[in-house]
């Protein structure tokens, strides 16, 4: 059975930093692209970083160009999202997301504040 289990969230104060993790597994994790996705309090889930089977980014949306970093260990089954210079408006549930499977994670929280 598919299966994306996310970790590394927290709370962090702004400019602060983050490494999320998202471990999958019952499927060929190398064959497939993978997303991240956020979903704040009160807002539509949000397209945050795509990457291709071999590390190429994809995308970035643009609130996050330059401080975030999406990156993948095929060996490990795993996708990183490292998250740099926080800001309360990066406050949400992060979403690991295999479009080929419509697959989702857990979700873990991350929230940003003082």
């Known amino acids: 059975q598919a299966q994306l289990v996310e970790s590394g969230g927290g709370l962090v104060q702004p400019g602060g930093s983050l490494r999320l993790s998202c471990v999958a597994s019952?499927?060929?994790?190398?064959?497939?692209?993978m997303d991240w996705y956020r979903q704040a309090p009160g807002k539509e889930r949000e397209l945050v970083a795509r990457?291709?089977?071999?590390?190429?980014?994809?995308f970035y949306a643009d609130s996050v160009k330059g401080r975030f970093t999406i990156s993948r260990d095929n060996a490990k089954n795993t996708v990183y999202l490292q998250m740099n210079n926080l800001k309360s408006e990066d406050t949400a549930v992060y979403y690991c997301?295999?479009?080929?499977?419509?697959?989702w994670g857990q979700g873990t929280q991350v929230t940003v504040s003082s």
């Open positions: 019952g499927f060929t994790f190398s064959s497939y692209h």
């Open positions: 990457i291709t089977t071999t590390g190429v980014t994809l």
């Open positions: 997301y295999a479009p080929s499977f419509l697959l």
